[in-house]
């Protein structure tokens, strides 16, 4: 078995932040696909910052917006179905028309058989189904 060249500046690699020794008997081994598939997937979700739970990381994933108005409406996006889990209009569904500066939700609610356009905060409301 040929031994991996001593040529290789170890030193170097140990250096890294993390990595505390190399692997393998004869020196590193190589990976097969399946493992460098997985480290790939891994390293492409550290770069989007998939594990990341600050404000910074869950702005890049688009799961909060900057502004109060900007997470509403990407929780709540226009068109979006909801139930109302609170308040008059409780377990009713309604359709978001419009989200306003504070974070309220604008919706149209069929009440007595016609459309009526109501104001509710995004505490009541969950999504029911969201637009294409």
Do not use: H
Not at 78 to 86: A, D, Y
Request: net charge neutral; hydrophobic share 35%; charged share 30%.
């Amino acid at each position: 078995m040929s031994r991996v060249s001593d040529d290789v500046p170890w030193f170097a690699l140990r250096a890294c932040e993390g990595v505390e020794t190399v692997l393998g008997s004869d020196g590193p081994c190589p990976l097969n696909k399946q493992e460098t598939s997985a480290l790939l997937k891994l390293m492409a979700a550290e770069r989007n910052l998939d594990f990341d739970e600050t404000r910074a990381g869950k702005l890049r994933r688009r799961e909060i917006g900057r502004t109060k108005k900007e997470t509403t409406r990407l929780r709540f996006p226009p068109g979006s179905r909801v139930l109302i889990k609170q308040g008059p209009f409780t377990s009713l569904t309604a359709e978001v028309t419009n989200i306003y500066g504070r974070g309220a939700i604008n919706a149209m609610v069929s009440l007595f058989g016609r459309l009526s356009d109501i104001e509710l905060p995004a505490e009541w409301v969950q999504v029911v189904d969201q637009p294409d």
